[in-house]
Nanobody, 126 residues
């Protein structure tokens, strides 16, 4: 059974950095695209970034994080990372990873992703 577990969240000051990890079990990671999403209190879940499976490896970012966040994958470790630099208070939220079985990586449509993790909290103080 496909399972994803996020880690690496925490409290950081504005301008700081965090690296989130999304560890996979129960499947071969390189068969799927993996996306990162976030949800702030009172707001809908939004797509942050996505990386397609290894034979393509293309990456996608929301405009709000381009140039600050970097997604990567280590298939040997079955882990996808989200390096977040120059963090802003508006980056605060619960961050989730999820799998895209179709390998399309459309982060505007959360319904196309499945096997959601439990989330990790990121709080950026001003």
């Amino acid at each position: 059974q496909l399972q994803l577990v996020e880690s690496g969240g925490g409290l950081v000051q504005s301008g700081g950095s965090l690296r989130l990890s999304c560890a996979a079990s129960g499947f071969t990671l390189n068969y799927y695209a993996i996306g990162w999403f976030r949800q702030a209190p009172g707001k809908e879940r939004e797509g942050v970034s996505c990386i397609r499976r290894s034979d393509d490896g293309r990456t996608y970012y929301a405009d709000s994080v381009k140039g600050r966040f970097t997604i990567s994958r280590d298939n040997a470790k079955r882990t996808v990372y989200l390096q977040m630099n120059s963090l802003k208070p508006e980056d605060t939220g619960v961050y989730y990873c999820a799998a895209d079985y179709s390998d399309v990586c459309n982060i505007l449509q959360t319904a196309t992703f499945g096997s959601w993790g439990q989330g990790t909290q990121v709080t950026v103080s001003s």
